[in-house]
């Protein structure tokens, strides 16, 4: 079970164009989703908590006009990456927590989508 | 506030000897404490995790972590590694009851030489 899927797995996009980014729980409600972006050979950093029928709070330095997060239902979160330039190029990784109380519950995370603007 | 540090960026071993991984946290409440792995060009797996209660967690693969408050580590251990077992390796704390986040640590990647 906790199975997180993220779509698409790599984009090739030509520069200005909006790309978004599907994150799904499959077999379980996830309230709340984290959006986290990892350059080449360094750790992951988190761009923004969703928050299912609310608006996603940004991590300080995070453009929200340039990524643009939808948590529309409890299995479903989108990252939209606008008017994208070489230096949106990254590793983006959703990862979701199942419904339910207490930080202690581990995350689950997709398996990431590469996003390489030309 | 909290941080992780994780000791050497790349760690070497031989098929079939001791892994160890460092990690020391900093958190200013009791933390949640987590290791992932992560292959190449895919997302993060659970390894292990530190909540409460037994300091020494035992995770999938054969790993395990032993949560030491006094050195305020979470070290990540194997008796034997397999080839199968190299990949990047991310502590993560979580404890900060306003932020439900992870902050991670900046990984290490294990290479397991035949």
């Known amino acids: 079970g906790a199975v997180v899927s993220q779509h698409p797995s790599w984009v090739i996009c030509k520069s200005g164009t909006s790309v978004k980014i599907e994150c799904r729980s499959l077999?379980?409600?996830?309230?709340?989703m984290f959006w986290y972006r990892q350059f080449p050979k360094q750790s992951l950093m988190l761009m923004a908590t969703?928050?299912?029928?609310?608006?996603?709070?940004?991590e300080q330095g995070v453009e929200k006009d340039k990524f643009l997060i939808n948590h529309a239902s409890l299995t479903l979160s989108t990252l939209t990456v606008t008017s994208a330039h070489p230096e949106d190029s990254s590793f983006y990784i959703c990862?979701?927590?199942?419904?339910?109380?207490?930080?202690?519950?581990?995350?689950?995370f997709g398996d990431g989508t590469r996003l390489s603007i030309l | 506030a909290q941080s992780v540090t994780q000791l050497g960026s790349h760690v070497s071993v031989s098929e079939g000897a001791l892994v160890l991984l460092r990690c020391n946290y900093s958190?200013?409440?009791?933390?949640?404490l987590f290791w992932y792995v992560q292959y190449p060009n895919q997302g993060l797996q659970l390894l292990l995790k530190?909540?409460?209660?037994?300091?020494l967690v035992k995770g999938i693969n054969g790993f395990e972590a032993e949560f030491k408050k006094s050195e305020t580590s979470f070290h990540l251990t194997k008796p034997s590694a397999h080839m199968s077992d190299a990949a990047e390796y991310f502590c993560?704390?979580?404890?900060?009851?306003?932020?439900?986040?992870?902050?991670f640590g900046s990984g290490t990647r294990l290479q397991v030489q035949p």
């Open positions: 077999d379980f409600q996830a309230t709340t």
């Open positions: 530190y909540t409460t209660g037994a300091t």
């Open positions: 969703s928050n299912e029928g609310s608006k996603a709070t940004y």
């Open positions: 990862s979701a927590r199942k419904r339910g109380v207490g930080v202690s519950r581990p995350q689950h």
């Open positions: 958190s200013s409440v009791p933390p949640y």
């Open positions: 993560a704390v979580s404890g900060d009851t306003g932020r439900r986040a992870l902050t």
